[in-house]
């Protein structure tokens, strides 16, 4: 090039790789957050940024990170999600580099991998976008429904009943919190670790409706303390969804390799990569 052609950075698998072990190197200082992580929130995160895709119309998805604005940032979905978008803001300081549509998605494969679930390939190139391109509210599922609606919403997004099942099981971690959807509790006894104890759960436990003044939601009759939402029974009230979960619930290899396959696509819905687009596996912060 010329003396006066300006000097781009091109960032490399190693300054992802450094983005990723500053998220990682965070989650374990900020333990004060929920059961002692921020985790759940930024995988949570990472999934409402793309499970707005719809394939008709090519529109919403990761690529974008349009919900930094209103009216998307307002959803009744997307409540409490300004904890992850907050976390990640010092990561976004120091990496300036990084599209927040990236670094949103690269939150999300991180904690994943910190929480002891299966590597997550990443790929970078999502660029951010502006509230122009907010997409309507209505495209994440409504927990108060059942398979069919789960299926509608899905199905818009361009998955199939073994893939939705394999997302599912995303709710091994975390909690439902009554100030952001109203509902409340965690679905597993370990909710900073991911495992397939969704499934098992799921098939193995009594449910019965929890009396409260909440949003109608089931708990389990032996401890009272785990919770599953009307969308989760989904899983077991469908026939053809119950045999995927039968299927993870006896093999937890077998759920982490279709969890990797299905959560790269969710994270990719939408994204335009080119040929030249490369895919990073990362080190865990302890490898
Ligand atoms: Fe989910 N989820 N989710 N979910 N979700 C909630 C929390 C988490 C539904 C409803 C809810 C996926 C699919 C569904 C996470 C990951 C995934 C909450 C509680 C509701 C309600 C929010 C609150 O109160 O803070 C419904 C309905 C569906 C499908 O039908 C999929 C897919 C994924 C990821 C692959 C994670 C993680 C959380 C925990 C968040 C936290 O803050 O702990």
């Known amino acids: 090039g010329g003396a006066f052609e300006p000097k781009v950075f091109k960032p490399e698998f190693k300054d992802y790789q450094a983005v990723y072990n500053e998220i990682a190197k965070l989650l374990q200082e900020h333990d004060e957050y929920d ?57 976004k300081a120091k990496f300036p580099w990084i599209s927040y549509s990236d670094l949103w998605i690269l939150g999300g494969v991180c904690s994943i ?40 919403i899905f199905y818009r997004m361009g998955f199939n009943d073994q893939e939705i ?32 104890d969704y499934y098992k759960l799921l098939l193995g436990s009594k449910w019965q409706w929890r009396k409260w003044d909440g949003p109608k939601q089931y708990e389990d009759k032996e401890t009272k303390t785990l919770m599953m939402l009307p969308a989760d029974m989904a899983f077991i009230e469908d026939k053809e ?15 982490f390799k279709d969890f990797s396959a299905v959560i790269v696509k969710l994270f990719e819905l939408g994204v335009p990569y080119t040929d030249k687009s490369e895919t990073f596996v990362f080190k865990n912060l302890d490898e």
């Open 165 to 196: 099942v394999a997302l599912a099981g995303a709710h091994a971690l975390g909690r439902c919190h009554t100030q952001n959807s109203g509902f409340e509790g965690p679905w597993t006894f370990s909710p900073t670790v991911l495992t397939n």
């Open 241 to 255: 969804f119950k045999k995927t979960v039968e299927k993870y619930a006896a093999d937890n290899d077998l759920f």
């Open 35 to 91: 059961d002692g992580s921020y985790g759940p929130v930024l995988v949570r995160l990472a999934w409402h940024a793309s499970g707005t895709y719809d394939k008709e119309s090519g529109t919403g998805g990761s690529n974008g990170a349009t919900m930094r604005f209103a009216p998307e940032s307002q959803h009744g979905a997307n409540a409490g999600l300004i904890n992850a978008r907050n976390f990640l803001e010092p990561v």
């Open 113 to 152: 991998q910190e929480m002891m679930g299966p590597k997550i390939p990443y790929r970078p190139g999502r660029a951010d976008r502006d509230m122009s391109s907010c997409t309507p509210d209505g495209r994440l599922p409504d927990a108060s429904q059942g398979p069919r609606h789960v299926r509608d």
